[in-house]
């Protein structure tokens, strides 16, 4: 049977994805001085050899474990979703080639990192849907939306900047990290119990997946993705200054109203600026780095559908 990959349907993704995605930033959530100098004491924030590494000590209050899987029922069931409104893009597909060929490239990257990324299942899938969208799921889940390659015509170097960006997410357990500032926020009251090893938090796994659902990145967690992303994405050849012109495409898309990726505050100015106060940083690595063999083309423009007759 022949399969044809749907460009213009637009799927409802599930719940997780619109929770997942960094199109949902948001604000940090405040927890308390005390709360958060209890933590801090208790545990230490991650520290690693790259600065763009540094993990929140919030990540250790939520089991990364869960979590991934948690992430990986969710993925599973988008995938169907997709698959059963005819809109998974097969394994032959370009741009979904494409996709592949850029994360294998920066995929050998992301232990250095995180070393739970060297036992992740990365996975890369694209979505028929005309929405302006990608993400990352903790544990390598990738998705992109056909309508972020299509509408914003990206070249290989800014899909790298929004692939670096979004492992970024992943690799700095940002889901892990605000599910656990909610996690100790709504369970306060046990915190003291639990560090003095008096409490237990074996309710955890039941509300992973109701922590995941309300979850949003904030204008720090973005910022972080940026500069890891950017560091990533140069490491892997491709060019970081194109990090500049994706954003600029950002912004211009919609028609006067954000794209669902930057849904709560679109990426401005100061965005961009960060990235071009980094670029010194990265253009070494970048001008080091093995170049990709292959370039691909962006998809061709999908017209606009024409409004159901009355």
């Known amino acids: 049977m022949t399969r044809t990959f749907c460009t213009q349907a637009d799927v409802p993704a599930p719940t997780m994805v619109s929770a997942c995605r960094c199109a949902l930033h948001g604000r940090r959530l405040f927890t308390g001085a005390l709360l958060g100098a209890g933590l801090s004491a208790a545990v230490p924030p991650a520290s690693a050899a790259i600065p763009e590494c540094r993990r929140s000590g919030f990540t250790k209050a939520v089991s990364a474990e869960q979590v991934e899987q948690g992430a990986q029922q969710q993925y599973r069931q988008m995938l169907q979703q997709a698959k059963g409104q005819n809109a998974l893009a097969p394994a032959d597909q370009p741009q979904l080639q494409r996709l592949r060929y850029i994360a294998e490239r920066i995929i050998p990257f992301t232990p250095e990192c995180n070393e739970r990324a060297r036992q992740w299942q990365w996975e890369v899938n694209l979505i028929g849907s005309r929405q302006i969208n990608a993400f990352c799921m903790p544990g390598g889940k990738i998705a992109f939306y056909f309508g972020i390659l299509s509408e914003l015509q990206l070249d290989d170097d800014e899909v790298a900047m929004i692939m670096g960006h979004e492992a970024a997410h992943a690799l700095l357990e940002h889901a892990r990290e605000q599910m656990g500032k909610n996690f100790l926020a709504n369970n306060g009251l ?14 955890l796994a039941a509300q992973v997946s109701a922590n995941l659902l309300s979850l949003k990145f904030s204008r720090d967690d973005e910022t972080e993705a940026d500069r890891l992303g950017l560091l990533m994405a140069a490491r892997a050849g491709y060019d970081p200054r194109k990090g500049v012109t994706l954003w600029q495409k950002m912004m ?7 794209p669902q990726m930057l849904s709560t505050h679109p990426a401005g100015p100061t965005r961009i600026k960060d990235i071009q106060s980094h670029l010194p940083r990265v253009l070494p690595q970048f001008d080091a780095a093995r170049k990709p063999e292959r370039r691909f083309a962006p998809p061709a423009r999908q017209p606009a559908p024409r409004a159901a007759p009355r």
């Open 252 to 258: 211009g898309a919609g028609g006067g109203a954000p």
């Open 190 to 203: 046990r915190m003291g119990a639990a560090l003095l090893g008096l409490g237990s938090l074996g309710d």
